[in-house]
Nanobody, 125 residues
Framework: VQLQACGGGLVQPGGSLRLSCAASASPLDYYAISWFRQAPGKEREWVSCISSSDGSTYYADSVKGRFTISRDNAKSTVYLQVNSLKPEDTAVYFC???????????????????WGQGTLVTVSS
């Protein structure tokens, strides 16, 4: 499975972006897809997940209410709509996929076999 993340950029605080993760997998809903992010000098942090089975969505507390994950199976693409951005959201955002993610461990990077290359989001005035 190959993942291609894009959509990052420079945005002012309070702004929005839509990140995309295009997957070579089909059908996409066989896979749980998560977004992680990594800021300079910090560990990779889980952001959000959409499950493989019923499309349930999960969010880190730090982004809940501001970020929305969604999936377009026809386009084999997962999106992360990021709103009300803050400087602390600045990071490289990665998408990750796996068919066998345990819900209670979705925030653990080693649950995922497939990773995209990352897209940089910079929030600055």
């Amino acid at each position: 499975v190959q993942l291609q993340a894009c959509g990052g950029g420079l945005v002012q605080p309070g702004g929005s972006l839509r990140l995309s993760c295009a997957a070579s997998a089909s059908p996409l809903d066989y896979y749980a897809i998560s977004w992680f992010r990594q800021a300079p000098g910090k560990e990779r942090e889980w952001v959000s997940c959409i499950s493989s089975s019923d499309g349930s969505t999960y969010y880190a507390d730090s982004v809940k209410g501001r970020f929305t994950i969604s999936r377009d199976n026809a386009k084999s693409t997962v999106y992360l709509q990021v709103n009300s951005l803050k400087p602390e959201d600045t990071a490289v955002y990665f998408c990750a996929a796996d068919r066998n993610v345990i819900v209670g461990q979705m925030a653990t990077p080693n649950q995922y076999d497939y990773w995209g290359q990352g897209t940089l989001v910079t929030v600055s005035s």
